[in-house]
């Protein structure tokens, strides 16, 4: 369904929209699940303050009422003190895309590439609010300077990160994460999106340059294996590679995250 519908079907308003989803997020409360939440909307209780602004909520008890209304406050105050890792924890990893509009130009895209083993991280890439950052190893890819740079911000974006690159992250580098991660090769597929990121990224209509275009975690590797016998434009390649990987989540995860915002305001409606 084309997203402009969807805008015009919705009771929630396009400058709604526009702003933050996290505000209008019910299920960082224990006891209430995606259903609750829509019937909640669907009564006009559409943000933390009209809920903790009403004196009684249909179907929820006066102790359940004032206990809620103290974590949304508690919420609140994280919120305003940029304190995501306090939503990492009260939000499924599931719904960590809520948090996007909130902290996106404090994101990190982060992707990695490997010699294939285990242990062999070759090149960690990240794109943030500073630009496109590489590091290689042998040369600056150190546990602290690494750390140093996701915490730096306030989400984490990947493409099969959670499967794929944390825990080479965490196995090889000892750095564990404690902010939300977006993992778009999940959330993509809550809408229809399936596949490895180059055929996602066809999905969307993003095109590569023709020198990396069709390439593959396969191809970084023998990149690495060239570079490693001295062939410097074999990194040089191999960077750009990266840098592709790195940039254009932050491209998918602007189209993945409006359309689910939209789509879940949509279903809210039709509920």
């Given at each position: 369904m084309h997203l402009n519908h969807l805008k015009m079907q919705t009771f929630f308003s396009p400058y709604t929209l526009a702003k933050g989803m996290i505000e209008h997020?019910?299920?960082?409360?224990?006891?209430?699940?995606?259903?609750?939440?829509?019937?909640?909307w669907q009564e006009g209780i559409l943000t933390w303050d009209d809920f903790v602004s009403k004196r009684k909520v249909r179907r929820i008890s006066s102790k359940r009422k004032k206990n809620y209304d103290f974590q949304l406050v508690k919420a609140r105050e994280n919120l305003e003190h940029e304190n995501s890792s306090?939503?990492?924890?009260?939000?499924?990893?599931?719904?960590?895309?809520?948090?996007?509009?909130?902290?996106?130009?404090?994101?990190?895209?982060?992707?990695?590439?490997?010699?294939?083993?285990?242990?062999?991280?070759?090149?960690?890439?990240?794109?943030?609010?500073e630009g496109y950052k590489h590091y290689v190893r042998?040369?600056?890819?150190?546990?602290?300077?690494?750390?140093?740079?996701?915490?730096?911000?306030?989400?984490?974006?990947?493409?099969?990160?959670?499967?794929f690159d944390m825990p080479f992250i965490e196995r090889e580098l000892d750095i564990s994460m404690d902010i939300p991660h977006i993992d778009l090769c999940f959330t993509g597929k809550k809408l229809g999106l399936r596949g490895g990121l180059k055929k996602?990224?066809?999905?969307?209509?993003?095109?590569?340059?023709?020198?990396?275009?069709?390439?593959?975690?396969?191809?970084?590797?023998?990149?690495?294996?060239?570079?490693?016998?001295?062939?410097?434009?074999?990194?040089?390649?191999?960077?750009?590679?990266?840098?592709a990987d790195t940039v254009n989540l932050k491209v998918l995860a602007d189209v993945i995250c409006t359309r689910l915002k939209e789509e879940t305001f949509f279903c809210a409606k039709e509920g």
């Open positions: 997020t019910f299920i960082i409360l224990k006891g209430i699940g995606n259903t609750t939440e829509r019937t909640l306090y939503f990492a924890h009260c939000l499924h990893s599931r719904e960590h895309w809520r948090l996007y509009d909130q902290w996106k130009e404090k994101a990190c895209f982060l992707d990695i590439e490997t010699t294939g083993l285990s242990h062999g991280i070759t090149v960690i890439g990240m794109y943030s609010s042998g040369i600056d890819l150190e546990r602290e300077i690494i750390k140093q740079e996701i915490e730096k911000n306030n989400i984490l974006v990947t493409f099969y990160g959670k499967a996602v990224e066809q999905q969307i209509g993003i095109r590569r340059d023709a020198d990396i275009c069709g390439m593959d975690g396969f191809d970084a590797v023998l990149l690495w294996k060239k570079y490693l016998k001295g062939d410097d434009n074999a990194l040089e390649l191999l960077i750009k590679y990266n840098m």
